[in-house]
Structures are given as C-alpha cells and as structure tokens.
C-alpha cells in the first residue's frame, strides 16, 4: 500500500480523466449529448452548452469523464459555447481501439473540432487532458487561442527514463483496483467532502482494468519538453495546492503564463472548490482574450 501511495505521489508531482446525469447532488442538464466520429471509427461522445460565437473544449483525464467539468457547465455561455468531450473508452464514447496513445486522444478531440466546424477555440484540460490539449494544439497548428491546464504540468521539463515508466505503472497493471484505490489517499486534502471523493473513486475505479493500466503506461510515451517546444500559442495553468508547481519550469515553454493556484484543493479544482475554480478560469479566459 505503501509503495502504491508514493508511486501516485511521485507521478503527479513530475507530471502532471443519459443524459442528465447526477454529479455530486446536482444534474450535468445539458442539451442532448451529441456524436463524432474519430479517426478509426470510435463513437466520441460529447455536450455542448451555450451560444457565443467563441469556443472552449474541456477534455478530461485518465480515467475521467466529461461530467467532472458539471460545475463549469454555464460558464461564459453568452459569449462562449462550450463542449465537453468524453474521450474514447471513457463515459459514454465508444472503446473499439487496440492504440490506446495520447496522440489517438488527441484525435479524438479534432473529430469534435472538425464536425462542430470550431475555430481558434480555448482548450481547456485536465491532468492527462493538459498532454492531449497540447497535442490537439499541435494538429491545429497554431490556429487556437491557448491552452487552460487544469492541475498538471506540475514539472514540465521531466521526461522519465524507462525504469521510472515502469515503476509509475506496473501497480496498475498488477492490480488496478489496489492502485485506483491507494490513488484517492494521494488526491485529495483529508477534509474533502468524502460524497466527493467517493464519486471520484466510482468513476476511476469503474474504468476497464485492462484499458485503464494501458492509457495509464502510454501516459509517459510522450516528452513533454519537446511537445511543448512546439507549441506557439500562450500555455496557462490553474492547479491546486496539494502538490508543488514548478513555475519557473512552466514559464519557460510559453511567451505569456498565466499561472493560478487554487488554496486548499486537490487533483480537481474545478470539484473541489468550484466558486474558486470558476472565479479563476474566467480570469484566465479573459487574460487569453487580452492577447487575442
């Protein structure tokens, strides 16, 4: 158990988851969930809420789902429009692929840009979301308006060698229950509401074992320093404070940071202390549009 609690640790801290379904005591009432279709076929299912002429997509984290976001699901409506995706082989999207790689994610996401006709959108990500937004930057080549990553890029010059990839990952391929299960211990402060937490473990640990330690190994294949050396748009981040940012590591891959911290949260700021969460979000949007 030990063991366990230091490898999640350890892994954050270098590195950075029908249809009115209950969140947390209240409803994701949104719209009729809508359909793209990704690169090899995958159903990747997603909702959009508001009418603004501009665009944020929210992606989730490994093993997530898109209703983690429910608290953010007015934000900006009269400006903005906003679509939250649930990545294959997680929520309602389909799980029908053999290549479980961030890169396939991210293509995931373009299918959704693409059938929505999106342009210069916001792209907002969680934990493994903050890799698969930059990569979504990257296919886009250029043509958005920043990234908002959602506590990750804790360290953004690690690159792990292969025994460490192997260390992060072998207890979720050995027992994925134990480890979902040793990851709650490590992603929130003691006094989170435990409804919370308890929903949080629900949806983590209901992943498929299998699927979940793959995503998880395949998590590490990318180098974070070199995506991040490529991508030209303004990089901004809002993490809690349970783990330690680098900033100065952050500051060094984008021209314009903007870096927020939510006092007392854990791995789920926008879960754990939404009023705060949104209060910066929105800053944080409004600081992107400033340079737009």
């Known amino acids: 158990m030990f063991k366990l609690l230091i490898v999640f640790f350890v892994t954050l801290f270098f590195y950075s988851s029908s249809f009115a379904s209950t969140f947390f005591g209240e409803k994701f009432d949104l719209p009729v969930s809508d359909t793209a279709i990704s690169y090899d076929g995958n159903k990747i299912v997603y909702l959009k809420s ?78 493994m979301g903050g890799t698969v937004i930059a990569l979504t930057a990257q296919l886009l080549k250029s043509k958005a308006a920043g990234l908002i ?37 490590m992603m929130f402060y003691k006094d989170v509401d435990p409804e919370l937490k308890k929903y949080v473990h629900s949806v983590m640990g209901g992943q498929n074992p299998r699927r979940g330690a793959i995503i998880y190994r395949k998590m590490w294949d990318v180098n974070m320093p070199s ?58 949007v409004k600081f992107l549009e400033s340079l737009n």
């Not at 804790?154 to 990851?183: C, G, H, L, R, W």
């Not at 330690?244 to 949260?265: C, E, F, L, M």
Request: aromatic share 14%; charged share 25%.
């Open 50 to 127: 508001g009418n603004g002429k501009k665009s944020i997509v929210f992606v989730h984290g490994w093993s997530c789902v898109k209703e983690f976001f429910a608290n953010q699901k007015a934000l900006l409506n009269d400006e903005y429009t906003t679509y939250f995706i649930d990545l294959a082989g997680h929520g309602q999207s389909s799980s029908d692929r053999t290549d479980w790689s961030q890169q396939n994610f991210a293509y995931d996401v373009m299918s959704v840009i693409e059938k929505e006709k999106i342009e210069n959108p916001i792209l907002a990500g969680h934990s």
């Open 227 to 284: 995506l991040l050396k490529t991508i030209s748009m303004p990089i901004t981040l809002i993490n809690g404070d349970l783990f330690n940012t680098n900033q100065d590591a952050v500051k060094k891959y984008t021209k314009y940071p903007k870096i927020s911290i939510i006092k007392g949260s854990g791995h789920f700021p926008m879960m754990e202390k939404p009023e705060e969460f949104n209060k910066a979000f929105v800053e944080t």
């Open 149 to 185: 990553v959602i506590d990750s890029y804790f360290n953004a010059d690690f690159i792990p060698t292969q025994n460490q990839i192997d260390y992060f990952s072998s207890p979720f391929e050995k027992d994925f229950d134990s480890a979902v299960n040793s990851m709650m211990d």
